[in-house]
């Protein structure tokens, strides 16, 4: 067998064997064993396509219009399709056809925090983690419908033991061990701006993760989609880690799924600025895709419709349903698509020409896991309050920071006290005055909450630090 030092010689990458000859053993070994998995035909295709000759964004090459959804507003307009949806929804979960997913793999650089992201904790007065939030969900939802509920989840080489140990020391928050899957996700090293691989040490590979877009390829690789298959599993229902608001199982939503026999359909919100950083839903060459923030143009992101509306006001939230089939096509080594890959240019910390270790201007590949949609048959986008679904915690401070979170998750629950005819004292924009918090497994949803509330023989006070749990 070849050395993988002579092919990285072949394919121009020798500089990654540079000090392989002073390495010990083991640490030979260890450099060898991460050369081997790297797909250098690949790489070298990244490098020429996406280093050396920069595509560039190119709007005016496609004709790009808003893509259509379905209105939230339609849910009174239109009161049977929904309960039409929420009905196969419904029974599609009770079958057990339903398995949920966490992208987790992320580095959460911007929230500045040293843990793997679904550690953090994030509800208002427990504290409880994200990961705890979303197994709370499941449990609920598995209870509803009395049917198993398996939740895969990526992770990272770099976050992967510590969430092992996190569940692991919460007795999996009370789900079944064999029914959480985690797998890491893939890793791609990271090139100079003249293309060439980096290390992190003299016998390290930079590597870093594939993006949210790797979860494909690593859901057939770890063997998800076969489990998912022996199972009779053929919707997965994908969210980001960071969001404690996501209807980890919406039945509504696989109901409109199934009804359009879509192989993607994917929930999105209207934005609250032009300039919001969301992902918009459009409508290119004829195919349902997502353009990143960054990418639609200035004068498309402020562009107003007749009524006065935002034109591209689509935002995309992440959560989306997955038919199995499409997984297995663009994680698969199947030749009938793949997904293509974006560029990060990111300072990563990697030797210099010296041998040093210093901040290298570096390019990282990613994958984006929107970019399965022109791939898919019949993808369709379902529109949801920002309210009810969307509070990420994405930076340490102010939008999408902790604090934006549970005070959204705090106007969530005094909405469903209002429900329940229990007023409580709010300011101006809604948020209560004293903390409050209701857990998943109490109640999980507005209509939940009141029934369970009504069940409350004598009510509890409402004073602050209340907690409603099972
Ligand atoms: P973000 O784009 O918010 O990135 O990820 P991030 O890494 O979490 O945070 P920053 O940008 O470093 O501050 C959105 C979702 O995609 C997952 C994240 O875990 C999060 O759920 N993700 C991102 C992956 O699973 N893998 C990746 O390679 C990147």
New binding site residues.
């Given amino acids: 067998m070849i050395h993988p030092r002579h092919l990285f010689e072949e394919h121009g990458q020798e500089q990654v064997f540079r000090y392989f000859d002073d390495l010990s053993p083991d640490r030979q070994d260890e450099l060898t064993r991460q050369a081997s998995a790297i797909d250098l035909d690949e790489i070298d295709h990244l490098v020429e396509t996406l280093v050396k000759h920069s595509p560039g964004s190119d709007p005016s090459s496609a004709q790009i219009e808003p893509a259509e959804y379905i209105p939230y507003a339609s849910k009174e307009q239109d009161f049977l399709s929904w309960q039409r949806a929420r009905t196969a929804g419904e029974q599609a979960i009770r079958k057990g056809r339903v398995a949920a997913f966490?992208?987790?793999?992320?580095?959460?650089?911007?929230?500045g925090f040293s843990g793997p992201?679904g550690t953090f904790p994030i509800s208002p007065v427990r504290e409880k983690s994200l990961f705890q939030i979303f197994a709370e969900k499941l449990i609920a939802c598995s209870q509803r419908y009395q049917c198993n509920i398996p939740w895969f989840i990526?992770t990272?080489e770099e976050n992967h033991e510590e969430t092992y140990d996190f569940f692991s020391d919460h007795a999996w928050f009370g789900l079944q061990a064999e029914n959480v899957n985690l797998f890491s996700?893939g890793t791609l090293p990271a090139v100079d701006r003249e293309g060439k691989i980096l290390l992190a040490d003299k016998h390290r590979i930079a590597l870093s993760?594939?993006?949210?877009g790797?979860?494909l390829r690593a859901l057939v690789r770890s063997g998800a989609t076969q489990k998912m298959q022996a199972k009779g599993i053929d919707i997965l229902s994908c969210f980001?880690?960071?969001n404690p608001l996501v209807k980890c199982i919406d039945p509504d939503f696989i109901g409109f799924h199934l009804d359009e026999v879509s192989q993607l359909s994917s929930k999105t919100i209207v934005k609250n600025s032009p300039d919001e950083k969301v992902g918009v839903f459009c409508q290119k060459d004829n195919n349902t895709c997502v353009v990143e923030y960054s990418d639609l143009p200035q004068q498309l992101q402020h562009q107003l419709d007749s009524s006065g509306a935002l034109r591209f006001r689509s935002g995309s939230i992440?959560v989306h349903l997955f038919d199995r089939k499409l997984i297995e096509q663009l994680g698969g080594n199947a030749c009938d698509g793949s997904l293509p890959f974006h560029v990060a240019n990111k300072k990563v910390t990697a030797l210099d020409q010296k041998g040093q270790l210093s901040e290298i201007d570096a390019v990282k590949f990613?994958m984006f896991i929107f970019d399965a949609l022109p791939f898919a048959k019949n993808p369709l986008v379902l529109e949801t309050l920002r309210e009810s679904e969307f509070s990420p915690v994405?930076n340490a401070q102010g939008k999408d920071s902790p604090e934006s979170s549970r005070r959204d998750q705090q106007r969530q629950f005094a909405r469903w006290f209002r429900a329940a005819g229990m007023d409580l004292p709010c300011d101006a924009k809604g948020t209560p005055e004293i903390k409050i918090e209701i857990s998943p497994q109490f109640a999980d949803s507005k209509e939940a909450f009141v029934e369970a509330w009504k069940s409350l023989s004598p009510p509890p006070v409402l004073e602050d630090g209340l907690v409603l749990e099972l």
């Fill in positions: 966490t992208v987790a793999g992320g580095q959460g650089t911007r929230l992201k990526m990272s996700q993760p594939d993006g949210h790797g979860s980001q880690v960071d992440a990613e994405k």
